[in-house]
């Protein structure tokens, strides 16, 4: 796989669905006191048990940019098809 193959769309709002089986989401947000915070999950699994989450990391004072290239990156690394992203600081 290369990063050309990984699809990068805006992530989907609670209660929507995806219909990929496994995929990462990408969510950069501001904490209450200013400070840029992102996080990157691994999604996967959806069977009679619901979803399993993964949390990869959060990076204090990353960019947003910063975080997506390193989804991308590990999405291609191991076949991940989705990158999910929201950035809140845009």
Known sequence: MKPTDVRVLPAVNPGDTSIEPYFLVVETTVDEGGDTMT????????????????S?????????????QWAIAYATDRGIPLVYERDETA
């Open 56 to 68: 990869l990391g959060h990076l204090a004072a990353s960019t947003h940019a910063m975080a997506r």
């Open 39 to 54: 996080s990157i999950s691994h999604v996967s699994g959806a069977n009679e048990h619901g979803w399993g989450l993964k």
